[in-house]
């Protein structure tokens, strides 16, 4: 019996599949109810705009086919909504990507792309012209916010996470959520979720009513990852938190509902970048890349499609202002997802560079059947050294097992080889996790090209910043980038320097 044959895999949801996950019919009801369409006078007004935005999560939820999770709240989201099978974030980890979609621009061409860099010697200034959703949505009356959800009932929000890696006006948020607004303004929110980073129910949620936790026995891990207790463990968990982040969903659903506000919002769902482990998050795996996305907006949004056209998440800028009926600006290379300006993306571009102190630089081209990537340092490992993930108890198992040869030949290959191939190719078809290379395939040698090409043109048309070296980029940077952490994990930040500048000398 093969036990890698049911985890969510990165594939399409069809209608059917989608309507008979019914979870959404016995869901919590949603204060005044979701309505059908904005009514005649709510039509008059401006819609308002939320962003729910989670961190860390691959669409591991009931309505994307994961039946050990329980999200009557994000399933309900999407019966009045669109899902989104195959979205895509064009950065896979959090600043890069929160760049690029407050901007709705490719990080790479706002000079956006290295992890954290707002923290370096060097400040980051947007191109001229390039403005901020908050900025633009403020110019047209709303009232816009950023903030987390609060503790304790009544206690108030808080600031929510920002984390972009360019210069940006400390006003640039009127307040942390919208109670704060004149009468009949409209608002552009968002509400930052800690998602898989947080593993514990709400506080305000009654404790017999939180869903029930995932057992690391019933967990169905990818091939690449061995079957082990400690992996397993941490699988579950990360699921278990996809079901405490529905009940999070649900408080802000109902507040819209308890506040009238339900029917005249149009509301996006969707995560920062993949689950954190060893081939999600930071890399350009579906597993970094694939997110999931939901958007409700009654009179706007068929309930209950599912979208299988590939879209980033750059595109929910320019749908957001197109909601709003204001102008997206020339600049912006996101596009709108609906509406007589919508466009189907034929591929859609990801990038990674420096994370933390670890130098990379990869870049994918991904369309509905085929996955192309470029190492431009194949000489590196997979795994190569980086202080955030090397703190993780996974990736701390994964090379204890590698070390003692208890890896398989897939999981040593995908996880432990001393060096990458400069290209990869994969048929998301024939082989949804990524693990068997094309690239020198005689019969695909037609893919590859065209791919290449793709990016090739793709680099030069957007301007991908990746070529030029980070010159702020040493080891006191470095450094300072954990200046807040204990010495030990100092002394792991200058070893992984170390051994980056011996890479470099060795050429690779």
Known sequence: MNRHKTIIRPRTVGRREFLACGSWLGAAALGSGFSRSWGSAAAAKRPNILWILAED?????????????????????????????????????????????????????????????????????????????????????????NGQLPGPPGSPYRRGKTDYNFEFPSNLYDSVDWSGRSPGQPFFAQVQLRGGKFRQPRVWFDAAKAPRLVSPTDVTLPPYYPDDPVIRKDWAEYLDSVNYLDQDVGHLLDRLGREGQLDNT????????????????????????????????????????????????????????????????????????????????????????????????????????????????????????????????????????????????VQERVLFSPARQREELYDLRKDPWEVNNLAGNAVYRKNLLELRNILDRWIRETGDKGEVPEEAYDSEMAVRLADQQDEERRRIIQQNIETMRRWAREGK
């Not at 399933?75 to 974030?89: K, T, Y």
């Not at 509406?339 to 990869?362: F, L, M």
């Not at 870049?363 to 509905?368: A, G, Q």
Request: glycine letters at 8%; one cysteine or more.
């Open 266 to 409: 149009a509301v996006f769902f969707w995560t920062d970048h993949g689950v954190s482990h060893a081939r999600g998050k930071q890399f350009l795996y579906e597993e970094g890349i694939r997110v999931p996305m939901i958007v409700r907006a009654p009179g706007r949004v068929e309930p209950r499609s599912v979208r299988r056209d590939l879209v980033a998440h750059i595109d929910i800028a320019a749908t957001s202002l197109e909601f709003a009926g204001i102008p997206v600006p020339g600049y912006m290379q996101g596009r709108p997802l609906f509406g007589s300006n919508a466009k189907p993306r034929e591929y859609v571009v990801s990038a990674r560079d420096r994370c933390d102190e670890t130098v990379d630089r990869i870049r994918s081209v991904r369309t509905t059947r085929h996955k192309y990537i470029r190492n431009y340092y194949p000489g590196r490992p997979h795994l190569q050294p980086n202080s955030y993930k090397d703190g993780k108890v996974i990736v701390q198992r994964l090379r204890q097992l590698h070390e003692e040869g208890k890896l398989n030949e």
């Open 57 to 145: 999560m691959s669409p591991h939820f009931n309505v994307y086919g994961e039946k050990r999770t329980t999200t009557p709240w994000t399933d309900r989201l999407a019966s009045e909504g669109a899902l989104f099978a195959n979205a895509l974030v064009t950065g896979p980890v959090c600043s890069p990507s929160r760049s690029a979609v407050i901007t709705g621009m490719y990080q790479t061409t706002i000079g956006a792309h290295h992890h954290r860099s707002s923290r370096g010697p060097m400040k980051i200034h947007l191109p001229k012209g390039v403005r901020t959703l908050p900025e633009i949505f403020r110019e047209h009356g709303y009232y816009v916010t």
